[in-house]
């Protein structure tokens, strides 16, 4: 079995799906655990989908029967006694990442099943709607294995779940439900584990029917917006075709055509 972070366009049994892709993040013997060489390549399939025009929506999944179970541990030994490599690992290795990710200007949904801990709860977080099944589990429990949390994801989790959760996932190792992190505004009503697929899948069709170039906008404002900083030409769209599509179909009471 193979240890990767891959991207496919989405292949299901109904419906139109152009323009949705499927990022599937698979190390199966350890729950989907993420890899050093798994964050290289998060960072650079993401990349490759922010400059493919043709991508609309973003669906991030764990193969089989968890998201992501956090860091795979077993590495551990190779580099983290090292400052100077643990410092590459999450400034260069994870933060790659991530950041690839928080970058992305296409929309991504994150379908979370089973552990979504540590790694898995960052990516979640970089996430633009989350939805999870009945059972999800989320955390941080690393205190447990004697470190904290590295500045930029911490900054990142505590920004997404709230201070108050960040701290209580770090400080007492606690593991919050779907319902726990629903009831928090971070994810969507908890889905049955059988009705995800179909519910993802619909939510992805919705987003790739929309106007893909205000999708991308809304996007790049928001991290504008987050950063305190304004967009450099906010109305460069005026004059697009997206744009006058949109407005025309409204007034001819027709379905648009992105």
Known sequence: ????????????????????????????????????????????????????????????????????????ISEYPGFRFDAQQLAGFHEQDVWGGLQAMLDCDVPVVAAITGACMGAGVEMACCSDIRVVTEHSKFGAPIAKLGFPMAPKELALVARSVGEHTAKRMLLEAAVFSAQEMAALGWCAAP????????????????????????????????????????????????????????????????????
Request: proline content about 4%; glycine content about 6%; some cysteine.
């Open 191 to 258: 889905v049955a584990e059988d009705l995800l697929e179909q519910y993802v899948v619909q939510l992805a069709q919705r987003i790739a029917s929309l106007a893909p170039q205000a999708a991308r906008l809304n996007k790049q404002t928001m991290r504008h917006c987050a950063a305190s900083t304004g967009m450099p030409d906010p109305y460069g769209y005026a004059a697009t075709a997206e744009h006058r599509e949109g407005i025309a179909a409204f007034l001819e009471k027709r379905k648009p055509r992105f």
């Open 1 to 72: 079995m193979s240890v990767q972070v891959t991207a496919m366009p989405w292949q299901a049994a109904q419906g139109d799906h152009t323009g949705i892709w499927l990022v599937e993040i698979a190390n199966p013997d350890r729950r989907n655990a993420m890899t050093r060489s798994m964050w290289r390549q998060l960072r650079t399939v993401f990349l490759q989908l922010q400059h493919n025009m043709d991508v609309r929506c973003v669906v991030l999944k764990g193969q089989g029967l968890a998201f992501c179970a956090g860091g795979d």
